[in-house]
């Protein structure tokens, strides 16, 4: 997965990434206006990216054990993207 690949080995964010954090940042002025597909990308996207990140913050205040007491589904993502990277899949 590229999200995970951007936040754990330093890629380029994917553009979904990208235009995702771009719009919570500044907003768009419609989302119509997006090409077909995009939205949903985005979203998925920024859900890896905010349960990475937060597993990431959570392991540098050594809270992991609570990270995945707090945020289950979070951490479902995250031990997937885990397992993936483990087995050679991302």
């Known amino acids: 997965m590229r999200v995970a690949a951007h936040l754990l080995d330093g890629a380029p964010p994917p553009p979904e990434l990208s235009r995702a954090l771009n719009c919570q940042a500044w907003g768009v002025g ?15 996207t920024l859900n890896y990216y905010r349960a990475i990140r937060g597993y990431q913050e959570a392991a540098a205040n050594t809270a992991t054990v609570e990270f995945t007491k707090k945020h289950p589904h979070d951490w479902e993502m995250v031990s997937w993207v885990i397992a993936g990277r483990k087995k050679g899949n991302g």
């Open 30 to 44: 419609d989302m119509m206006n997006l090409p077909a597909g995009m939205l949903p990308k985005m979203n998925v």
